[in-house]
């Protein structure tokens, strides 16, 4: 494997998972990361490229069978103990990302560059997550999915404060 070839950024346009790209993921290592779903519209891209694809793997919380997914992070340290700026987070038209945060199957397309490491006698390819553009958002709403449409018709609690208007 020659770590010297630099090798070309690609781009893969798909669904988002657990995406960390406003803040680092400090679950493991402190990185930046998401998770982008294969199909048979980006798995060429990503075979090409030689990116480990993900496939049968579990959901802890719902025991469902994930798609088949690529990681793509970038590491806050670096090797030489420097630390690596955030990736570019950009919406549709190309403008600055204004901070929402992603949910899962968000539209992105993922600016990522493959390279090649060692380590302990084991080589392989992954790739440095450059950039996120995100196509068509999904918001992720941390405090759960409390945001319901109104129900025509329905129930109205009396404890509901009326609007008051002021005297002109």
Same mark, same amino acid.
């Given at each position: 494997?020659?770590?010297?070839?630099?090798?070309?950024?690609?781009?893969?346009?798909?669904?988002?998972? +657990?995406?960390?790209?406003?803040?680092?993921?400090?679950?493991?290592?402190?990185? +930046?990361?998401?998770?982008?779903?294969?199909?048979?519209?980006?798995?060429?891209?990503?075979?090409?490229?030689?990116?480990?694809?993900?496939?049968?793997?579990?959901?802890?919380?719902?025991?469902?069978?994930?798609?088949?997914?690529?990681?793509?992070?970038?590491?806050?340290?670096?090797?030489?103990?420097?630390?690596?700026?955030?990736?570019?987070?950009?919406?549709?038209?190309n403008l600055p990302w204004g901070g929402k945060n992603i949910?899962?199957?968000?539209?992105?397309?993922?600016?990522?560059?493959?390279?090649? +490491?060692?380590?302990?006698?084991?080589?392989?390819?992954?790739?440095?997550?450059?950039?996120?553009?995100?196509?068509?958002?999904?918001?992720?709403?941390?405090?759960?999915?409390?945001?319901?449409?109104?129900?025509?018709?329905?129930?109205?609690?009396?404890?509901?404060?009326?609007?008051?208007?002021?005297?002109?």
């Open positions: 494997m020659n770590t010297r070839e630099r090798l070309s950024p690609i781009f893969i346009t798909g669904k988002a998972k +657990w995406a960390s790209v406003n803040n680092l993921n400090t679950s493991y290592e402190h990185c +930046w990361q998401v998770d982008v779903e294969v199909d048979d519209d980006n798995r060429s891209v990503v075979e090409e490229a030689g990116l480990k694809i993900v496939s049968g793997k579990i959901e802890n919380s719902t025991g469902e069978v994930r798609p088949d997914f690529v990681t793509i992070k970038r590491k806050l340290m670096k090797k030489d103990g420097g630390q690596r700026v955030a990736p570019s987070v950009k919406d549709s038209q949910g899962n199957g968000s539209l992105v397309c993922v600016k990522a560059q493959p390279y090649d +490491w060692m380590h302990n006698n084991n080589t392989g390819r992954s790739a440095d997550l450059v950039a996120v553009q995100v196509i068509d958002l999904v918001e992720y709403n941390p405090e759960g999915s409390d945001d319901f449409d109104v129900v025509p018709g329905g129930y109205i609690s009396s404890n509901v404060e009326e609007d008051i208007p002021f005297a002109s």
